[in-house]
């Protein structure tokens, strides 16, 4: 039976990232004040810990007493503060409700990163400029107009010492194009992402491999420059630093536009599009982590989900158990599993000879398209229904994997 789904146009929350000039007075009080939101960052984790159960209005009570003790805290601006609470009672919140997340812990200022919080309180734009509290303006580069008027900005700064201003704006999205087919990805590493239409596959782009000798020179000069512990870098060892994080920041701006453009493909020309569920970060562990941590797995996957979402289409989250040693053409399941080295599936019921990945992804679209639908238009299949007449045969019912997982 097929199901008619109706799709309503409605404004999406989205984010507008510029590249900001701080002049270095403008830089020296954005340092400041995000030393001061990350004092009562750690102040809030200290109140966690002592057992002393804070709240937001707890929180904003000791904020206001401390502004009045306190000349430093008042030299600052109130809104960034406050944001800096209410980030960290979100973040407390999470560690209970979602899963992997843990409870917030102390900001260490040589290993964390500026990042200031504003609502529209505690910013303006003025002839092309951002103007923060405390008479701040920072001039930013406009490469494209905001859709509309921004409800909130963070300022923060990159491992490579840029500035960045995110908008928080609401736009009307672009209607999707019309499209019929459905697809079905399996993620590898040898080639990231395998699908049932070869014009669709993402083949692995090496961008961290062929800039390894490169990085490898970088960090070379980091070791011989670096100091023992307790003594200030040099300069050298800084200029050694930054142009290995260049290094890390360029490999990977080169797979999220490789991602984009492939996931904006596949999304635009197919209406269901079934994802292996595949978590790469056991892959980290093991003898394949430099060439998986090059493959960005997580990235691409997570752009083709979102953009599938935003343009309507069906996404099916099909977990990856025994997905590789089930035949697309008769559904009957291995009893061995393949090992790495075997890049060709063989049936031995029906003869059928396919490429390892390509029957894997046949069979995500096939317990895709027998799946159940969830309320946010992402169908998560989890576990097929047994005797259920189709296209595919009943032995591709797949039970709950094992905590291990198989392949």
Known sequence: MAR?????????????????????????????????????WNEAVHQQKTGRKPTFCKLSKMLTAARAESEWLRGGSQVAQQQTLRTYMLALDHSYKVKGRRKPTIKRRKDTLPSL?????????????????????IPV???????????????????????????VVTRDPLPAPQADGAIGIDWGVKVTATATDPAYDLPYGGHRKRCAAELARAQRKMSR?????????????????????KLHKKAARQNAYTARAWAKRVVDDHQVIA???????????????????????GTAKQELIERGKRA??????????????TCAECGTRAKERLTLAERTFACAACGCIADRDRNAARVILAMAERGHAGADDVRHVSRLPSGEAGGVLSELEIPRPSAAGKR
């Open 312 to 325: 309507g289409r069906k996404v099916v989250l099909v977990p990856p158990a025994y997905t590789t040693m």
């Open 225 to 245: 420059r670096c100091r023992q512990r307790g003594q200030p870098q040099s300069n050298g060892y800084r200029r050694a630093k930054r142009e290995a994080a």
């Open 275 to 297: 994802v292996e569920d595949f978590k790469p970060l056991f892959l980290a562990k093991s003898t394949m982590a430099r060439k998986a941590a090059d493959a960005a797995i």
């Open 141 to 167: 580069v406009w490469s494209r107009e905001l859709p509309s008027a921004p409800s909130s900005v963070r300022v923060y700064r990159d491992s490579l010492g840029h500035w960045y201003a995110s908008f």
């Open 4 to 40: 008619c789904y109706i799709l309503a146009v409605v404004s999406e929350t989205v984010r507008y990232t510029y590249r900001l000039r701080p002049g270095a007075q403008a830089e020296r009080a954005l340092l400041e004040e995000w030393g001061r939101c990350r004092w009562l």
């Open 117 to 137: 919080e504003y609502t529209t309180r505690g910013f303006s734009i003025r002839d092309g400029r951002l103007c923060l509290p405390k008479g701040v303006t």
